[in-house]
């Protein structure tokens, strides 16, 4: 292991300068910094919903944490709570079998909070519309402040939604749903 | 067995790629007794308008086999009494179709929580919606235990489902869980779609086995139609599978470590996973090769600089994963915790037929690239490892040499590919109702498609079994006995699909 580490020490990170992508999210990412300290003081803390996924967007936001796109660094994190979070992040065309639970994380969420739809599924049930099991767009349930589509929206995608998002509410100060 | 048991009977001539039969209660219990005593394996079990059909595997000889029985008023015998792994597929059938499987143990709704529109969504007439009973979790008894309750959402990020644990301290004495939240009404939606639609809905069962599913769908449609697609799409679909598996598989070794808190081996295969998934971004158009593979053939061909940029991240896995391999090998501190924990018996393995990396790790020596080879595995052979210790240490061997496996033989078959067209023209439209199936291995374990089509090219019902249904309840078996603190590592080295199996 300490050959590793030491190896790793002399070995120019991962963490994007140079890939494909890599300006636009440097950009993206340090902008949001900015906008997150202004309307949070510290950091955005994430909490992740299921609400019926097939799992891939999960995976992608996944990624968001490996050493290539390390959200860590732009002040964002997930936690295991939604009474830690400042945001969800809700994947899945939302089942009836998820819909309390999602509900019920909402209301656990402290506010001020912000909820994003991860997904097609998220924003109108994409290929599972018209099902007896699912309730429909995440915003059904849930005020939702931004919806990031693609099937699945790649990293890339994701972390310059969530700037959008906070970009927007900065600019009316505080989201309309906040009691 | 198979030959025993169905020798003296017809085959379906509607069905293809292996034989379908129509038994009786006679010979539906003589299915039980041989489930029972080991001589076939239960690959799969589903309901349809009036018939129940299972597949089953007999390993001794390589063959394969669906079996329907008429469901007649409403009911049909039951083979979870004599062969456990059949309950839950049962209880699923009985919830969407509102069979009652006669001599059923477990009569609990399972994938029905009570919270559709309608119940018996399948059945004709479906039944107006209405609450089920509380779940009844199952009892244990003795001083000092307690309930831990978990799910449905969880802390990582990752899909939702209920775990009941019932420890005494430390020690887990016994873990249910409770699924189906993610149920989003597959078979339904698959119902009258075209096949082109349906392949749409298949990728999206489970998203980390999209190629999987969309493979092993292709495949069923395909030999429904008695179609043969074009010799390059067969080759680039398996490229695509190796690719998926590798993915998959990396993410899989450092997740389990993470939950081990070894940080550095997670960050480590995050980095060899993210290049994977680059170079499918390159090679195919997407990062998942998500809707690549399609009825009739692939929607994307490999061209020069798609298979470049496979190779050159095959090249850079095979300089630095070795050196990963040997800081997992190497750190004690981790091995303490991945060695003789979650331990899946050699006999349960066999008796649930345990797909994949969990059965191969517990000495089951089945993998169907193998076993029941299709193209290109029957031309090009790719090697299996299997391990008897069957703890998360052993789960994780195999999928480091499967990795290395999928990697050798990446790069001889872009050595090799044909040439020629990747999709031809699939005509759907048929005089009758035909029939097909498909078992295809994704990262996780074989998958089963099982397909209907009627005269107008629609899909009449299509079935698609993620190899989740036989991995979870030796979850709950591997978790006795250890500790609460270990669950993680155990349901990671297991990482079963809660979408795949909810559908």
Redesign the interface.
């Given at each position: 292991?300490r050959r590793?580490?030491f190896k790793n020490l002399f070995t120019a990170p991962?963490t994007e300068p140079v890939?494909?992508g890599a300006a636009a999210l440097d950009a993206a990412g340090t902008q949001l910094r900015g906008v997150i300290a202004r309307t949070l003081g510290r950091s955005l803390a994430i909490r992740?919903?299921?609400?019926?996924?097939?799992?891939?967007?999960?995976?992608?936001?996944?990624?968001l944490?490996?050493?290539?796109y390390d959200v860590e660094r732009f002040g964002i994190r997930?936690v295991?709570?939604?009474r830690h979070a400042d945001l969800l992040l809700v994947t899945?065309?939302v089942?009836?079998?998820?819909?309390?639970?999602l509900e019920r994380?909402y209301a656990a969420t402290p506010a001020p909070k912000w909820v994003v739809a991860v997904g097609d599924c998220s924003a109108g049930c994409?290929?599972?519309a018209?099902?007896?099991?699912?309730v429909g767009a995440v915003s059904k349930v849930i005020p939702v402040d931004l919806v990031i589509r693609g099937?699945?929206p790649?990293p890339t995608d994701l972390l310059q939604g969530l700037l959008g998002l906070l970009n927007s509410s900065t600019a009316v100060g505080v989201n309309s749903h906040q009691s | 067995m198979l030959k025993a048991l169905f020798g003296d009977l017809s085959a379906a001539p509607t069905h293809h790629r292996w034989p379908r039969f129509t038994a009786d209660s006679e010979r539906w219990r003589g299915i039980g007794e041989a489930l029972r005593e080991g001589k076939l394996d239960l690959l799969g079990l589903w309901g349809d308008v009036g018939a129940v059909h299972c597949v089953l595997f007999e390993p001794a000889t390589r063959n394969v086999v669906s079996a329907s029985i008429e469901v007649i008023a409403g009911k049909a015998p039951s083979l979870a009494v004599f062969h456990a792994p059949a309950s839950r597929l049962e209880r699923a059938a009985a919830d969407l179709f509102g069979i009652e499987f006669v001599g059923l143990p477990d009569p609990r709704a399972w994938i029905d929580h009570g919270r559709w529109p309608i119940r018996t969504p399948l059945a004709q007439p479906q039944l107006p919606g209405a609450p089920v009973p509380p779940y009844r979790f199952l009892e244990a008894q003795g001083p000092s235990l307690h309930q831990i309750p978990v799910g449905p959402v969880h802390a990582g990020i990752i899909e939702p489902g209920h775990f009941r644990f019932t420890a005494s301290g430390e020690t887990v004495v016994r873990l249910e869980e409770r699924l189906g939240y993610t149920h989003k009404g597959i078979d339904k939606l698959l119902e009258g779609k075209s096949t082109e639609d349906a392949a749409r809905i298949a990728a999206r069962v489970s998203g980390d086995s999209t190629v999987a599913y969309s493979f092993s769908f292709a495949r069923a449609v395909e030999a429904a139609l008695e179609f043969q697609p074009p010799p390059r799409a067969v080759w680039l679909r398996a490229v695509m599978a190796e690719l998926e598996r590798i993915a998959n598989h990396l993410g899989d070794i450092g997740a389990i470590c993470n939950d081990a808190a070894f940080s550095m081996m997670h960050a480590e295969c995050g980095i060899l996973r993210e290049l994977v998934l680059r170079a499918c971004a390159v090679a195919f158009g997407h990062r998942l090769m998500m809707d690549r593979i399609v009825p009739g053939g692939v929607a994307a061909d490999l061209d020069a600089v798609g298979r470049e940029a496979i190779l050159r991240m095959t090249r850079r896995v095979q300089s630095q994963f070795p050196e990963l391999i040997e800081l997992y090998d190497n750190t004690a501190s981790l091995q303490d915790r991945t060695v003789g924990t979650g331990v899946v018996s050699a006999a349960l393995a066999a008796q649930f037929a345990a797909p994949g990396v969990v059965g191969r790790a517990s000495a089951r020596s089945f993998d169907t690239r193998l076993a029941l080879p299709y193209a290109p595995y029957d031309a090009v052979p790719i090697d299996i490892t299997v391990r008897s210790e069957g703890d998360v240490d052993a789960r994780i061997w195999v999928r480091i040499q499967e990795i290395l496996f999928s990697i050798a033989w990446l790069e001889a078959a872009l050595s090799s590919l044909p040439g020629g067209p990747v999709r031809l023209p699939v005509n759907t439209a048929t005089r009758a109702s035909i029939e097909g199936s498909a078992l295809v291995e994704g990262f996780r374990g074989d998958i089963l498609a099982s397909v209907r089509i009627g005269p107008a090219g629609r899909i009449e019902r299509c079935h698609l079994r993620d190899p989740s249904w036989f991995l979870w309840p030796l979850l709950e078996a591997a978790i006795e006995g250890n500790i609460v603190a270990d669950f993680p590592l155990c349901n990671k080295s297991f990482n079963c699909s809660y979408s795949g199996h909810d559908l």
């Open positions: 292991m590793r580490l991962c890939a494909e992740e919903v299921d609400a019926g996924s097939c799992n891939a967007c999960e995976l992608e936001i996944h990624a944490s490996n050493a290539f997930f295991a709570s939604p899945g065309p089942t009836h079998n998820m819909r309390e639970a994380t994409g290929v599972f018209h099902s007896y099991a699912c099937c699945p790649t | -």
